[in-house]
């Protein structure tokens, strides 16, 4: 990945592994349901709202000293069929920011996953669509990464971990910027690789089977900041006002299912491409 920490600042596994005791203890039962609720294939285009059945709101609780903006409820709306991921400043137990992020109870295996959104831009955010299962679930650190490092929109940074090791990152040039169009990203994990497709074009594969991650995970969607990881999202500076990441779909195909909606990458591909 970009971000080489310096000393007093945390790697991107950190980032993910932390368990702090507010996250355990907020996450407790939704922890526990997500490994009873298997997932299955959906398309969720929020024109009902946002089913708390299924997904849960981040609130009250940072990943770690490394985040300057503790997740709140309130940065996470649905507005004219779109999901609203928000940041902004508002002094609230002792934070200065607030920022948005969501996940899903259930969890998933391999498939294909995809998102269609638009970012913010500014120096020491992060916007992300990624997959996560870790030590606050009872399982080993396993993650798939779209990052939007919000210094600068016009690449995305694409990783992968398993069992808490990373250092997969590979950047990606984006025209138009992220910041400047809804974009379709999406990823096929399947059994002998992972490849991450832009509006249906492959940009990156990996296909290193010890790479591979092998637990179910949970889908995340996220905005949020940093004053310290700065040589991975630049110095932190404060938005002239509040910041939005809008998400119209988030999709998930299970291998072997049929394809779900005509924008759907899997519509694209022939049966074994």
């Known amino acids: 990945m970009t971000h080489q920490p310096n000393q007093g600042e945390l790697t991107v596994t950190h980032v993910r ?34 089913d708390r059945s299924f997904w849960y709101i981040s609130d009250g609780w940072t990943n770690g000293a490394h985040q300057n903006c503790g997740w709140g409820r309130e940065e996470v709306s649905v507005r004219d069929g779109k999901l609203i991921l928000g940041f902004s400043r508002n002094e609230k137990a002792g934070e200065s920011y607030r920022c ?24 020491g955010l992060n916007a992300n669509m990624f997959t996560y299962i870790g030590e606050v679930h009872g399982k080993p650190h396993d993650e798939i990464d779209f990052e939007f490092l919000l210094k600068d ?20 040039p984006l025209t138009p910027a992220s910041d400047e169009a809804f974009r379709d990203y999406a ?9 991450w497709y832009i509006d249906g074009e492959l940009v990156h594969r990996l296909d290193d089977p010890s790479k591979l991650p092998g637990n179910d995970t949970k889908i995340y969607l ?4 940093t004053d310290t990881l700065t040589s991975w999202l630049g110095p932190f ?14 999709s998930f195909t299970a291998l072997g299912d049929e394809c779900q909606y005509p924008d759907s990458l899997v519509c694209k591909q022939a049966p074994g491409e």
């Open 153 to 172: 929109t016009s690449q995305v940074q694409l990783n992968v971990y398993k069992d808490g090791v990373g250092n997969n990152e590979h950047l990606t």
């Open 237 to 250: 500076e404060e938005p002239d006002g509040p910041l939005e990441m809008e998400v119209e779909r988030v």
């Open 222 to 225: 996220s905005l949020w900041s």
């Open 100 to 123: 948005g992020e969501v996940q899903t109870v259930p969890v998933f295996g391999q498939g294909t996953y995809e998102t269609r959104v638009k970012t913010p831009a500014g120096s």
């Open 17 to 50: 592994s932390l368990a702090l005791s507010a996250l355990a203890f907020s996450m407790c039962a939704t922890a526990a349901l997500a490994q009873e609720r298997q997932g299955t294939s959906f398309v969720e285009e929020f024109d009902a709202g946002l």
């Open 187 to 195: 990823f096929v994990w399947g059994p002998d690789s992972i490849e």
